[in-house]
């Protein structure tokens, strides 16, 4: 029995996916080299995304988080978030297993974080802060029943400062992260 066949713009797709990526990319560097600016003793690992054969693959098993960084016996799992819209941030854009990840590592040594990087804007309105966002308050928001985070709500977070390191790029203070091991 033939069902038919539906046409996808698979292209528009990628395109869509490069771009967030590539943004959260960018991100991912500027915050490894940060922490290897402040703690260049540290141990940094990037959880690598799997093998890419076309736009659907995805990484098996699913991926706990981003990565995780250890600091004089201090462990941090990271989760980057990169959001390009000024109104609010939804809390599904964590997938089950990065919130399942995230809460594993931090009842296991670890202090799970959410690090969202908001950008936007341009010239003098332009907007780049990050947010630090612990597993266990992005739980409680979700047990509450809130599906998003407004912009104006994210302040109450603390933030990462923008920095120019020794090379002349752009990283960030992530010594405030260590600083914030208390539940936010």
Known sequence: MFLGCVEMDTASIGQKRKKKSRLESVFQNEMRRSFLHFYPKCFYYKIPDGI???????????KPFDAFCSIDRINLAIEYKVHKVHTA???SALTESQ?????SADKNAFYGFVLLNVRHGLGKVRVDKVY???????KRLMKNGVKSIKFDDLEKYKQLKKIKLTDDTVGWDVRELISCMVVN
Do not use: A, K, N, Q
Not at 132 to 138: K, N, P, Y
């Open 52 to 62: 890419r054969m076309g736009d659907w693959s995805s990484f098996i098993p699913p």
């Open 89 to 91: 941030w939804s809390l």
């Open 99 to 103: 919130l399942e990840g995230l809460e």
């Open 132 to 138: 630090i966002i612990h597993i266990s308050s992005v």
